[in-house]
């Protein structure tokens, strides 16, 4: 059943409890008081003062769940006393260091790093994205899963497989084809650049697709007929594309400003340090520096600023709300055969290199013998795998985590999006900011600025102890996804037309029915991409999960990292490929389940017919 | 969806002992501790280094009971700063390791040793294995010698300080270290990747925990197992949380003796049988695992944990940004 | 430098086998404003693209000027046909200011940038929006992006013009005074124009030449006065305005070549001369009587053809338009009056035989396309799309 299914029809007597104040706080109630509670939430919904009451809510949280915990872990770097981590009340010591030695060369690194990867993500995505959703491009059907496929990925597992692709002894190698130069393109800056950026591609297609879908066919056509060749037709169309554009370049840095996994495998093994490697090790090194680690905050937070101000500039006062209900239909392009030739051969390409390295990464880890040296393959890491007690308890865990995690984002995200699509106030650039500045810090800042804010003493003393709860895990799971999902949801959203939802409100229905028949359905793929990128995000989230779970209940990403960790790498890869595989399954059951079970009409929008 | 609240209102006679540990076996221990005592215990397993985190993050309010890692520096730091229990000694019977091992104040109990580093190398490829540290500066090992990087690998700090000491100081050591750099020595992060390079090729000798070598052997039969004198010992601890309630530091207090009882040892040598098993036994009377090697011919050094904690993060620091870079 | 177009059987069939162009031919001389007037579905959309180039045709052949822009070997892109177009929607780029999506029509002379939006900035003149050059579309009414679209199709002083439907988004008072700009705006450009539209008012205001599209063939071609006249066939009648219709049968030769019927249903007066539309005239035949073609008399007056009763009165400033009920319920709407009447009052029909044209029954089928006849030619300023809107079975014969 899906959403619009489940809300009544029109013309409900008015007073009966209507299925549609099932999604209200008074579903749990029973008898006479059920009807007030209802009547009360559909007063809220029905009127302006569900704004009122959402976005001061809306910014509590964020100010509780992002900014209070994210604040109390920067603000060691100045104040390392506040927390018991050093003797200091005041201090830029620890500032300082980020301008000196292997911290300042490990930053510079990071931001150009980061800049490099999210260009390289938008020129690839881009023509990958118009290619799958704009012509006749030969398996332009399974480029959405293969996109799919390398955002769930753990970014460690392509930079093992690239690694042992191309070291001394490695794949390559063995089969003749190793050279030293490659090698040392991939194990250096350049591969650091490139394996990075073609993580960022997905972010690109994502949101360029989804904007896409709400770019009529109309803008081309009235560009050809004014004379603009099709190449002109296309440069002019795609500024329309801007918000998305922005979007994932925005996403792209601040992702890889804050990744870790690239930067303690290719970029550690390639002597090419990054900030987020420094800054772990600030964390990791006995006894930690928070203050260290902290500084090294700071300093990704701040540089996130570059992305949005130039976001900013290009999009100053432009609305980009293009999706209407007149919005007609895209014609797919007949590519030539040359140009079907290219385009396949381009696209194949870029999927060979951004699964094909994993797989080698997993298969050499996971299925060889002897930990790779010679090319016996075994099932014996599988079946270790499927004897070990309890192997499923972090799996079913973890798809909860997901689920919960994923469903309670998305319609944060989307919330925020909308204010951050609707208003260009001095707040939503605040929000705007801060979404993306959450991004750029690495999962392990989110999580120790979880334990200093939610484990201080005195909320001891008032008998809240949330550390170590799943409560906080979950929490700190959404509140770590939100702010990608935010931004991601901005470009699909703002191209929404206020009439949509203006017009369900005046056909009679209240705001929650307006939403789910006027607004939800032009909307419900973003959505739903949003809702299965956090859950592969949360099913394998590993810095978060490390400190925040709760004892004797660990997450799937701990159980991998405890095996990889100690003796037990081939048990680890095997999990981890099982995990991913488990993961794409999620997609591909839910991608096909909105394709069978939404009305056709929710598909039509961003769907092409045939020219 | 279901959230599981924290034990606040649990009953007073038995608090649930929160277990932090890394140890390969501490699933298998936990539920035979519980199994024998009936107390309740919750474990969190994680690497050391997000145990670590933890404690240290949250140590204005800590929620842990026991730790139980390797490596005493980490202990000695974390006595230094007050946060364990002090002068706890089991009721057992040590053997000349545990003895070494045991600290002064007794705020922590080693439980198990594994020695740093095994040199690790296949038969048939190294035919005469190296045998002193001296000789992995000669040309015969250019690029053939990796090891872990201690920023990741917490076996690995133990092994460079110990070197350090046996090679009289931190200046002797870190031109040991420059010149196996001079000779080409790779990093990897961890034992794993580390001995991954070892099988594919990519390096001949891999410096690695006893017990990650000891279980290579075990996937890869032709792999074996050296030591270069002297080895440096690593012990695996538990120490007890000092801001614990009473009840918890009892409970602490009976894991301990738990895990070194007959019993406990007997879960210890099982239960990661190709991993944190391979360990040599602290008390008399408990034999190790038949694949370790024998010690009677080694010589196995301790280094003082409170000496050599205090120079970690920089020695860390120094072997990160000049060794490892 | 208006160019000349000629469409030579066109024909276009979507994948899947819809039909939607079945082989018009037609010319259009340079400079001539052509209307093609059609309901949802007869073709003149795809008829548009496929001139625009943005729809490829399956057969047929499309000359521009002395250019074959379309045929079997060709289909030159939209951008080569040298030509431009109002979008239904108008299609403005939503992240371009309006000078700029006006001078973006401009590229193709090649103009430097300045001089670009100079004529840019005079066009928007001209359509009287010369102040508001520098906003956004989304911050311009329907009516000022009417314009704007109207002005990047007008700039380039392109030799032809398409436009799609562009007064369809717009309300009733806005679209008469649009449409008399671009009438107005259009032949100053002299341009060769091609309007689309399913308002047969807008086609008659606007048009020189008139061609009626069904079901993806050109059913009638002509001046204006010519399909209001002389309607090809009894749809072409219907969907441009009709009083009503009467089930009759032919029961004689009147004058002029013009033929007597009766009707079916109940007796007449006497009998009534009609215009032979389409032959033969055997069996069941439809009068279509245009709202001119009715004049008002007394129930008892000698010249009377029908007697009916007024069911409603509409007052229209100028007089009044009534509606009659016929003995059998027949309808007729439209029929001018000088004065007020109220309903039930009993008043006798005089038929013109200009007004008044009789065709065979059509096969049910195409019954579907009936347009009403009330509302009709005579009610200028009538609601758009209310020929549609008040699809009701007018005398349909039992």
């Known amino acids: 059943m899906t959403i619009a299914d489940a809300v009544p029809d029109a013309g409900a007597a008015p007073g009966t409890p209507r299925a549609g104040g099932e999604t209200g706080p008074g579903t749990r109630r029973r008898g006479p008081g059920r009807a007030l509670v209802l009547d009360r939430w559909r007063a809220w919904t029905g009127s302006s003062r569900l704004g009122r009451v959402l976005r001061p809510t ?57 800049g490099g990867a999210a260009a390289i993500g938008l020129a690839i995505g881009l023509p990958v994205a118009w290619l799958a959703g704009r012509t006749t491009l030969p398996g332009r059907r399974v480029v959405g899963l293969g996109m799919w496929l390398v955002l769930i990925v753990p970014s460690w597992l392509p930079a093992v497989g690239w690694e042992r692709l191309v070291v001394k002894d490695g794949v390559l190698d063995r089969v003749g084809l190793g050279s030293v130069a490659l090698q040392h393109a991939v194990m250096g800056p350049f591969g650091v650049v490139l394996l990075l950026g073609i993580r960022c591609v997905p972010f690109t297609y994502l949101t360029v697709t989804a904007s896409l879908a709400g770019l009529g066919q109309e803008l081309e056509d009235a560009a050809r007929v004014h004379g603009a060749s099709r190449m002109a037709a296309l440069r002019l169309v795609l500024p329309i594309l801007a918000p998305a554009i922005w979007s994932a370049l925005a996403i792209g840095f601040a992702e890889t400003v804050s990744d870790f996994g690239v930067a303690d495998t290719l970029a550690y093994q390639s002597h090419f340090p990054l900030a987020t490697y420094q800054l772990y090790q600030a964390i990791g090194n006995f006894p930690p520096s928070f203050p260290g680690a902290a500084a090294i905050g700071v300093i990704l937070v ?36 040359l140009g079907t030739a290219v385009a396949a051969v381009g696209v194949g390409g870029f999927f060979l290199v951004a699964i094909g390295a994993p797989t080698v990464g997993a298969v050499t880890g996971s299925l060889l013998a002897d930990l790779g040296a010679s090319a016996r393959i075994t099932g014996a890491n599988y079946a270790a795998f499927l004897h070990q007690a309890g192997a499923s308890g972090p799996f079913v865990r973890s798809l909860a985590y997901g689920a ?105 229905a209240g705001a929650l029915r307006a939403f789910g028949r006027g607004v939800l359905p032009a909307i419900s793929r973003p959505l739903l991409m949003a809702w299965l990128y956090t859950f592969c995000g949360i099913f394998l989230e590993l810095p978060i999960s490390q400190l925040l779970y709760s004892p004797g209940s660990p997450p799937l990403s701990v159980s991998i990292q405890n095996n990889l960790s100690t003796y037990h790498y081939g048990l680890g890869m095997a999990q981890s490929v099982i995990a991913v595989c488990i993961a794409l399954l999620v997609v591909s059951i839910a991608l096909l389940a909105y394709r069978l079970l939404t009305p056709a009409g929710w598909r039509r929008i961003g769907a092409t017919i045939r020219g | 969806m279901a959230l599981s609240s924290p034990p606040a209102g649990a009953a007073a006679k038995k608090v649930p002992l929160v277990v932090y540990s890394a140890q390969g076996y501490d699933t298998a221990m936990v539920k035979a501790f519980q199994k024998a005592t009936g107390i309740p215990t919750k474990l969190d397993t994680n690497s050391t280094g997000p145990l670590l985190t933890q404690i240290e993050a949250s140590k204005n309010n800590p ?33 000349a390791l545990g003895k070494a091992n045991l600290p002064k104040d007794k705020s922590f109990v080693p439980t198990g040793v594994t020695l740093m580093a095994a040199v690790v190398y296949n038969k048939s490829v190294v035919t005469s294995p190296p045998t002193s540290w001296q000789q992995l500066l000669q040309p015969q090992w250019k690029g053939a010698v990796g090891m872990n990087t201690p920023s990741q690998s917490g076996p690995t700090y133990p092994f460079i300080a110990g070197l350090m000491n046996a090679l009289g100081g931190v200046t002797k050591g870190k031109q040991y270290f420059t010149s196996l750099k001079s000779n080409g020595l790779v990093i990897n992060p961890t034992n794993g990747p580390t001995l991954q390079a070892l099988t594919s090729g990519q390096i001949k000798l891999a410096l690695v925990q006893s017990s990650a070598g000891i279980g290579a052997e075990h996937t890869d039969p032709t792999l074996t197992v050296k030591y270069l004198d002297p080895v440096t010992s690593l012990s695996s601890n538990i120490g007890i949380d000092a801001k614990a309630t009473k009840t918890e530091i009892a409970e602490a207090k009976r894991f301990a003796e738990f895990v070194l009882s007959k019993k406990g040892q007997a879960v210890m040598k099982t239960g990661d049988p190709h991993g944190d098993s391979l360990y040599y036994p602290v008390v008399e009377g408990v034999q190790p695992r038949p694949t370790l090697p024998s010690l009677s011919s080694t010589k196995v050094q301790h280094i003082d944990p409170y000496t050599w904690g205090a120079r970690e993060s920089t020695v860390n620091t120094w072997f990160e940004n000049t060794i490892a870079k | 430098m208006a160019e000349q177009l000629v469409v030579e059987h066109a024909s276009k069939v979507y994948p899947g086998g819809n039909h939607a162009l079945r082989g018009p031919s037609f010319a259009v001389e340079p400079g001539t404003f052509m209307v093609l007037l059609g309901p949802s579905g007869s073709g003149k959309t795809t008829l548009l693209r496929a001139l625009a180039g943005i729809e490829r045709l399956t057969g047929g052949r499309i000359v521009i000027g002395d250019t074959t822009v379309a045929d079997d070997r060709t289909h030159l892109p939209p951008e080569r046909r040298d030509l431009s177009m109002v979008f239904q929607d108008y299609a403005l780029w939503p992240h371009l200011r309006a000078i700029d999506n006006i001078a973006f029509a401009l590229r193709r002379h090649r103009l430097s940038r300045g001089a670009a939006r100079q004529r840019a900035g005079t066009m928007l003149e001209r359509v009287g929006l010369g102040h508001l050059a520098d906003r956004y579309p989304a911050q311009l009414s329907g009516g000022e992006q009417q314009r704007v ?156 053809h029908l007697v009916g009763a007024v069911s409603d009165t509409a007052f229209r400033g100028r007089s009044y338009e009534l509606v009659v009920d016929l003995p059998d319920g027949t309808r007729m709407a439209g029929i001018h009056s000088e004065r007020r009447a109220s309903r039930g009052t009993a008043v006798g029909l005089v038929l013109e035989p200009g007004g008044s044209v009789v065709f065979p029954d059509e096969p049910e089928g195409e019954a579907a396309h009936r347009a009403g006849g009330a509302g009709g030619a005579g009610r200028a300023g009538s609601a758009p799309g209310d020929a549609r809107a008040e699809r009701r079975p007018v005398g349909v014969p039992a």
């Open chain 3, 149 to 304: 679209a109207l002005a990047r199709a007008l700039v380039a002083d392109t030799g032809l013009l398409l436009c799609d439907e562009p007064l369809s988004n717009l309300d009733a008072d806005l679209r008469e005074r649009m449409r008399v700009e671009i009438a107005s705006l259009v032949r100053d450009a002299g341009a060769t124009t091609i309007y689309i539209t399913h308002d047969q008012l807008e086609a008659f205001a606007l048009a020189d030449r008139v061609g009626v599209l069904q079901g993806g063939t050109l059913v009638q071609l002509g001046t204006p006065e010519d399909v209001y006249h002389a309607p090809a066939s009894l749809f072409v009648a219907r969907f441009t305005g009709l009083a009503g219709e009467l089930a009759v049968r032919p029961v004689g030769v009147g004058t002029r070549g013009h033929t007597l019927v009766e009707p079916v249903g109940f007796p007449c007066a006497r009998p009534i001369e009609a215009r032979v539309g389409a032959e033969p005239l055997q069996g069941p035949a439809v009068l279509a009587v245009r709202p001119t073609g009715v004049r008002l008399c007394d129930p008892d007056a000698e010249v009377r």
């Open chain 1, 404 to 508: 919960v995690t994923a469903s309670v984002t998305v319609v944060g995200g989307f919330l925020a999006a909308r204010m951050l699509s609707r208003q260009r106030t001095r707040a939503t650039h605040l929000l705007d900011f801060l979404l993306l500045a959450a991004v750029a810090l690495p999962g392990v800042v989110f999580a120790a600025g979880y334990i200093f804010a939610y484990n201080l003493p005195f909320f001891s003393t008032l008998g809240i102890n949330l550390y170590q709860t799943t409560t906080l895990l979950v929490i700190g799971y959404t509140a770590s996804s939100l702010p990608t999902n935010a931004r991601v949801l901005v470009g699909p959203v703002s191209q929404v037309q206020p009439s949509l939802h203006d017009a369900a409100r005046a056909h009679g």
């Open chain 2, 63 to 95: 929620h842990w009971g026991l730790l139980w890692v390797d490596g005493a520096t980490a202990f000695a730091s974390l006595d230094q700063q007050g946060l364990l229990v002090k002068g706890f000694e089991p009721n057992v019977k040590w053997d």
């Open chain 1, 58 to 114: 809306l910014w509590g949280l964020v100010a509780l769940f992002i900014l209070a915990p994210c604040a109390c872990f920067l603000v060691i770097s100045v104040s390392p006393r506040l927390f018991d981590q050093g003797p200091q009340w005041f201090t830029l010591s620890y500032l300082r260091t980020i301008f000196t030695g292997a911290t300042a060369v490990s930053v510079v690194n990071s931001l150009w790093v980061s």
């Open chain 1, 302 to 337: 701040a540089s996130v600023a570059v992305p949005l101000v130039l976001q900013a500039r290009a999009l100053r006062g432009r609305a980009y709300a293009v999706l209407s209900g007149r919005t007609r239909q895209a014609v797919r392009r007949q590519l030539s055969p």
